[in-house]
């Protein structure tokens, strides 16, 4: 399975560009990248998923590296309500598994 | 629209007791997900439906662990003889069954069981 490597914890100045990195070394040519967040005491939230191609939402954006070995989620203007665990999945065997993620705080 | 629901939002247990956890997902939605998220983790995956079958129990940490989705909409997780092992939040989450699109799931609030 691959795995997913990410920092436990980043700050970011509100409205300025917030940079979440996700290693996945050991990914395989056809397994998905997704990225979830969990904001305090709610479930999870889906936000994006790409598979080599860079993606954008309306929440944010995804860069994923030629190589595929990591990947950058992107809020482009981070509010307070972006303070949660960002979750950097590699789907395989047909399950979602969540790592401990980047606990993400948006500072005033 | 309304989302995924779940309830009850709080449970209590005596160990030993047996507790039932019933998850609503959005209307057409034909898959349906369980998972377990202790305190300070990430979730971890339960069990899956597709409709009323259900196509991946493998999470389930044990045989007192059960899950329905008899017509295909609610889903009960039932716990048998609780553990205080088996605190925790139980997520449902639900997603339309396309492609890579199942796995863009609505998760609910969640469901704290604790058990004394």
């Known amino acids: 399975d691959a795995k997913t490597t990410q920092p436990t914890s980043m700050d970011c100045a509100e409205g300025r560009a917030a940079n979440l990195p996700c290693n996945h070394s050991?990914?395989?040519?056809?397994?998905?990248v997704y990225w979830y967040r969990q904001i305090h005491s709610q479930g999870p939230q889906y936000i994006i998923h790409?598979?080599?191609n860079n993606e954008t939402n309306e929440m944010a954006s995804l860069i994923i590296t030629e190589d595929r070995k990591s990947s950058t989620l992107i809020l482009p203007h981070a509010t307070l309500r972006d303070t949660a665990v960002y979750y950097c999945?590699?789907?395989?065997?047909?399950?979602?598994?969540f790592g401990s993620g980047t606990q993400l705080t948006v500072l005033p | 629209g309304a989302g995924v629901s779940q309830s009850p939002r709080y449970k209590v247990a005596k160990r030993g007791q047996d507790v039932a956890l019933r998850c609503d997902p959005i209307?057409?939605?034909?898959?349906l997900f369980w998972y377990q998220q202790a305190l300070g983790q990430g979730p971890e995956f339960l069990t899956y439906f597709q409709n009323e079958a259900q196509l991946d129990k493998s999470g389930l940490p044990s045989d007192r662990f059960f899950a329905e989705r008899p017509e295909g909409s609610v889903s009960t997780l039932k716990i048998q003889r609780t553990q205080q092992e088996d605190s925790a939040v139980y997520l449902c989450a639900s997603s339309s069954s396309s492609g890579s699109s199942v796995y863009e799931q609505y998760f609910g609030p969640g469901t704290r069981l604790t058990v004394t």
């Open positions: 050991t990914i395989s040519g056809n397994e998905y």
């Open positions: 790409g598979l080599k």
């Open positions: 209307s057409g939605h034909v898959s």
């Open positions: 999945i590699v789907l395989s065997q047909g399950q979602l598994t």
